[in-house]
């Protein structure tokens, strides 16, 4: 068969380098900050900082490994595969030995069974926070239980009804400006508290140093120490569904062969083949090709580099302020106890505070229904080609199920901790961890012309390894605690 034309690179990636060509570089940011954005919710928010809270400064490589694994190579691969063969990854990962789709349907299973557990942990902290902010002016405020869960009920319906209407292109400008909040916010609030940042560089530099726990630390994370390990790294970078959309949106974006203007043409022919034959392999072609993928390594480069930074800078204020008190977080009134403590040290940090945090949490929920319907109307179409899956029908049932969900959790008062191990394990380890084993197998699918370099393949494998062990870990806490 006829192999396809690469198109000619244009556009600033084609210009000398300028100052007009580092603005257009940054201008390609995009998916990468939905990604970054999603994931900084409950992990970086709560988990994260809970951990620098007992931890001090010693978790912070912890973080810098697990941007580096999800944010970076785990990213790439996953979009790099769409950019160059212009296809996308469910249409190949469908073809995997055994019954048709079961890889698919087991990540969406995964993601839905984990979706409401990781939404209550987002949701029931700002409950608590708008009831400690409206104490004054709700009649019987002193029902606390109650009116933390009508709140978090109220926060979790606005949220989807918001996202049900939102789409890709306003939800990417949305949280490009969610991005810049959270940036400047935590580091102008991590520059005020004055940390110990000699501390902080060598807690970032001592991979694999386990800090010891002191008297302070939560119950649960003293009794269940690998459990809590592996729960905090999950947490860091999100669930598997931002990171398989990404993918989706490197289409949208028509990076690599996604541009081509047969790529209807060249999707249907690759659904229909067992191998990627379409590519060229002059190495003229060859080259066009990689160029035309460079504005996703940026793009995953600036989403990794903003990852890293808002992480950080949350786990190092818990270090700088909350270890010194030997704080302890204990129920649902995580953001209400740390607003009080950042007021104690500046009243303008409240307010930096309450930005960030609400910017975050609220970025993550209303950008979920977006991505849950994406991945699951690529993953479905896959499998079942012949049936029609509408996008905003798949949207409007997803939220329903989430909304229904979420609610019998929220109300019978599920503790934290469960909910968010059970969640880190299936989205946040388990999955990911699977994700990225197939990963590794696309890259090889492509033509060896076009696969990536040896030291990115290298640093796969390392991550693939890294996921591996830390859904062991998080799967064998998890099933200590439950067996008691």
Known sequence: MDKVEIPQPQGVFTESWSLKKLFGLLAVFGPAAIVASVAIGAGETIVVVRAGAWAGYGLLWMVLLSCIVKGVFFTYLVGRYTAVSGELIGHRLVKLPGPRGWFLLAILIFEMI??????????????????????????????ETL???????????????????????????????????????????????????FAALMGTLRFGDLPPFPDWAPDDAVAHPLLTLGTTFGYVGGSVIGYIAYAN?????????????????????????????????????????????????????????????????????????????????????LLTHQAHVWAQIHPSLVWIYYICILAALWGTLQALPE????????????????????????????????????????????????????????????????????AIYLNFKLPAAYRTRAWILVGAIGSTAVLIGSAAISGWGLVGKLGG
């Not at 939404?119 to 019987?140: A, N, R, T």
């Not at 869960?149 to 939800?171: M, P």
């Open 114 to 143: 984990g979706a409401p557990l990781a939404w209550v942990p987002i949701s029931k902290p700002c409950g608590d926070l708008f009831h400690f902010l409206l104490s004054d002016i709700l009649p019987g405020a002193e029902h």
């Open 147 to 197: 009116w933390e869960n009508a709140i978090t009920s109220a926060f979790i319906a606005f949220a989807l009804l918001f996202g049900v209407g939102l789409s890709f292109e306003r939800l990417e400008k949305q949280q490009l400006i969610i991005c810049g909040i959270l940036v400047v916010g935590t580091m102008v609030g991590t520059m005020i508290v004055r940390p110990d940042f």
């Open 249 to 333: 949106w490197v289409g949208l974006h028509k990076w690599g062969l996604t541009g081509h203007r047969d790529i209807k043409d060249i999707q249907e022919r690759a659904f229909k083949s067992d191998e990627i034959d379409y590519l060229p392999e002059d190495a003229e072609q060859v080259s066009r090709l990689k160029k035309l993928v460079t504005p996703l390594r940026w793009d995953v480069s600036m989403g990794a580099l903003v990852l890293f930074l808002v992480t950080g800078a949350f786990m190092i204020s818990g270090a700088a302020v909350l270890y010194p008190l030997e704080t302890r977080f204990e129920g649902w009134s």
């Open 371 to 438: 991505i849950y319907a994406r991945v699951a109307q690529e993953f479905l179409s896959a499998v079942w080609p012949e049936r029609e899956w509408n996008f905003e029908r798949i949207k409007r049932r997803i939220c329903l199920y989430v909304f229904c969900a979420t609610m019998i959790i929220v109300w019978l008062n599920i503790p934290f901790d469960i909910l968010t191990q059970i969640a880190g394990f299936l989205i946040a380890n388990l999955a990911i961890a699977m994700m990225m084993v197939a």
